[in-house]
């Protein structure tokens, strides 16, 4: 794995410079501007207890992401971002491997409006759906289901300087519905001839950007005559040493595509319908020094089915709890690409009697790590 991370940094960086030296003889300035490439990695030493009983404890490489970055001319842009930590085959739908997370063109039409194609981010609200995963200990159940790297075409409006609207037409699932359904479709259910999803997002940053909002609202389909919704918001407070954030995130889904409640049937193994996700998230966070930054974090979780169909009862099946602190340091002066923290978390589930009855088990569980993060800027 060193090996080949290593390989691919020589290669772009000497592909790079060729490109440079090109354009120089040729027209005696550099025509791709502000390139970057970057290697980001993200490694702990972690401890898993499962109820009160320890269960491992091991080094883990959580993330290792190549990235590079530019600008072809004034008015188009692109970014690539590729994971080592994904499913590697190509995808049956778009074509393309889920490590490749990011992959796409900015056309900057005018001034207020940017027209993107490629695989991005699905434009949903919430600060930490959108933050890159490098600043996030554990994610919510939520954040970690959604597939939100996906291939589309999306429209930035700059509605003002505080102000923007996004529209965007993507792809719901990079594969077939046997990839995002393991126990495949409810009997009686049709794949969907549209697999797209289409989502407006609202981002605004008032005084002085302290103050930030990203709302969205997304609709799309999962098979026929079976649909998914989203509602989302984030409200986001960041200014000096404090950044404090408030998520809302909701799906309402004719067949459960993230697949958490349709894992705690162990009766009767299926893809359950009907169901909707909850997830609010707080955080708070406070750098007491420019070395050093704490937080605490709170993610409440629900699951439900709101039309009872097969097995599946109506009703509340599970309520998750999770709370979270974290101690970072950054051992660079003026430079916070390097980070060291320690991190606990602590997740209780209660399971309700929907979920009892299918023979449901989702134990408690707790996680102690200590790791590092380091975003190394090769170019």
Not at 136 to 159: H, P
Request: aromatic share 14%.
């Amino acid at each position: 794995m060193k090996r080949n991370i290593l390989l691919c940094i020589v290669l772009l960086t000497c592909l790079s410079i060729n490109v440079y030296a090109q354009n120089e003889s040729l027209t005696g300035q550099k025509t791709v501007s502000d390139t970057e490439i970057n290697l980001e990695i993200n490694a702990s030493f972690a401890g898993n207890y499962v109820g009160k009983s320890f269960e491992e404890a091991a080094f883990k490489i959580n993330r290792v992401r190549m990235e590079f970055l530019g600008a072809i001319s004034s008015n188009l842009s692109y970014h690539f971002r590729q994971s080592y930590n994904k499913y590697s085959n190509p995808f049956s739908l778009d074509n393309l491997t889920s490590s490749i997370e990011l992959a796409y063109l900015n056309w900057n039409i005018s001034n207020n409006f940017t027209l993107t194609a490629g695989k991005s981010f699905v434009p949903l609200g919430g600060y930490e759906y959108y933050v890159s995963a490098l600043r996030v200990r554990e994610f919510s159940d939520f954040n970690s289901l959604v597939a939100c790297y996906q291939a589309g075409l999306m429209g930035t409006w700059k509605i003002s300087d505080t102000d923007e609207l996004v529209f965007a037409i993507s792809n719901n699932r990079s594969g077939s519905d046997s990839d995002l359904f393991p126990y495949g479709l409810p009997t009686g259910v049709q794949p969907t001839k549209l697999p797209l999803i289409a989502t407006v997002n609202w981002n605004a940053a008032y005084a002085d950007g302290a103050l930030q909002f990203r709302y969205a609202a997304a609709a799309g389909s999962l098979a026929q005559g079976k649909n998914i919704y989203y509602l989302t918001a984030g409200n986001i407070y960041e200014k000096g040493p404090i950044l404090a954030y408030f998520d809302v995130m909701y799906s309402r889904e004719g067949i459960d595509s993230q697949g958490r409640l349709s894992a705690l049937n162990k009766l009767n193994p299926s893809t359950a319908q009907n169901v909707d996700y909850l997830t609010l998230i707080a955080n708070f966070d406070y750098s007491f020094h420019p070395k050093w930054n704490a937080y605490v974090k709170c993610v409440y979780e629900t699951m439900n089915v709101f039309s009872a169909t097969n097995s599946y009862a109506a009703g509340r099946y599970c309520t998750t709890l999770n709370n979270q602190l974290c101690l970072e340091y950054f051992p660079l002066d003026n430079d916070k690409k390097l980070k060291l923290y320690a991190h606990f978390s602590n997740k209780s589930q209660t399971l309700e009697s929907p979920a009892l009855n299918i023979g449901a088990y989702k134990p408690n569980t707790t996680a102690v790590s200590l790791g590092l993060v380091y975003i190394i800027h090769v170019l």
